[in-house]
């Protein structure tokens, strides 16, 4: 039966040529690691500057790999679509950045012969979206649940009460484009027809287009198009379709001889139209003013009608304070005052 | 004064440090961390490098299918966002 070696005291004096091999061995496997280390960082080091160069000093991880591939994606997308002109987007680096994600389908703008105002309006709507939505855009942060995109018939609804608001008055409809006209349906704009002379008329696809590039339309105001071929606005797509079949403006049948309209001709009731007088063979949309805007200052609705589009007469009245049919009625009232005093006299 | 050793012994001479075995365990254990700790560093470079080298790799391929004007922009777009704050308890 063996003794077992006691256990080593912490006083015991350890063999200096023992410890002399165990500090060599424990300061190369040190320097080893040291080396591994400045190899590594160098390593590192160069890989991420050469990564630097080519990513504009951003550290590539998953949230930017996921941003770059979702703008990749988003370009795609924005290509195929047909919506967005390529060469534009190479012109503009940070347009696939900034262009809206592609939410609900918006109307698309059916083929028409490229014109130099065409190319214009791209390139506006275009610069939009460049300086509005860079400084909001923020890719990764996916959009709140209640922040759903608005459907389309939101989108065409917003589009036409921008128009009625700031786009030219006699540019969004003509006779005979309204020839699905519900006249008993609720309306959010009234027609009242007058004798205005304006030569703007818009078309079905100006409609699409105006609702696709709501902003760049407001910012150009006037537009000029020519009148609409019945073919295409038949082959119009839906949103032509939706803005004619949406009781959006009223047309009143014009008689042949001239009449005074008396009374406001009103198509819904919180809508008020300004009774004009009429002219046979004449027929002009103009927007109707709703109850609550009739206290507006005359600033506010002055900017609602391009003043170009608005004969002297109407100017006059607004900045006189007096409309015309005002002093036509007191007019006629003083007249028949006259005649009566005339009789009794 | 009580000699701790026989100093006719060659590797208690004169010249030569005396260490207890308490002092080379601690040495062995201050060495013992220090390698922990090189490796770690060594661990975390070499991350930094694999991970910058897979980066370089994407961001190439990217910049060869999108183009260098796309990659660029979404990178300074990122630049630009604020350091999301880490939540508590992470």
Known sequence: ?345 | MTQPFDLQDDQYATGHAVYTRAAVDAYLAAVAQRRQELMTQIRIAEARAARAELAAGRVAALERSVGELVVGAAARDLNRRPVPAVPEGD
Not at chain 1, 57 to 77: H, K, N, P, Q, S
Not at chain 1, 295 to 324: C, I, K, T, Y
């Open chain 1, 1 to 345: 039966m063996g003794i077992p070696l006691p256990e080593p005291s912490a006083t015991e004096i350890v063999p200096p040529t023992v410890v002399d091999k165990t500090v060599a061995r424990c300061n190369a496997e040190l320097e080893t690691l040291e080396h591994r280390l400045e190899v590594a960082l160098a390593t590192a080091r160069r890989n991420e500057e050469r990564l630097a160069a080519t990513s504009v000093g951003r550290v590539i991880d998953d949230e930017f790999e996921t941003a770059v591939l979702e703008v990749v994606e988003r370009y795609a997308d924005l290509i195929a679509s047909g919506r967005v002109d390529p060469e534009i987007l190479v012109e503009s680096a940070l347009a696939p950045l900034v262009l809206p994600a592609p939410g609900p389908a918006l109307p698309e703008v059916p083929a028409r012969n490229t014109t130099a105002s065409d190319a214009a309006a791209s390139d506006e709507m275009l610069s939009d979206s460049l300086l509005s939505d860079a400084q909001l855009s923020d890719l990764a942060t996916p959009p709140a649940p209640e922040a759903a995109p608005p459907a389309v018939e939101d989108v065409v609804e917003d589009a036409v009460e921008d128009a009625v608001e700031g786009a030219p008055v006699a540019a969004l409809a003509e006779p005979g484009d309204l020839a699905d006209f519900q006249p008993d349906a609720p309306s959010a704009v009234s027609a009242t027809p007058t004798n205005g002379t304006n030569g703007h008329a818009h078309d079905g696809d100006e409609l699409a287009a105006l609702a696709a590039g709501r902003r760049s339309r407001r910012r150009r105001g006037t537009t000029v198009v020519t009148r609409p071929d019945p073919s295409q606005l038949a082959a119009t797509p839906a949103v032509a379709v939706e803005v004619a079949d949406a009781p959006l403006i009223a047309e009143v049948p014009v008689p042949e001889a001239p009449v005074e309209v008396a009374a406001p001709v009103e198509v819904a009731a919180p809508v008020v139209a300004a009774p004009v007088a009429v002219e046979a063979g004449h027929t002009e949309v103009v927007p109707a003013v709703a109850a609550e805007d009739l206290d507006a200052p005359d600033d506010e609705q002055a900017e609602r009608v391009p003043a170009e589009l608005v004969d002297d007469d109407s100017v006059e009245e607004r900045h006189s304070g007096w409309p015309a049919h005002l002093l036509i009625h007191a007019g006629l009232i003083l007249v028949v005052f006259a005649l009566i005093l005339f009789r009794l006299s």
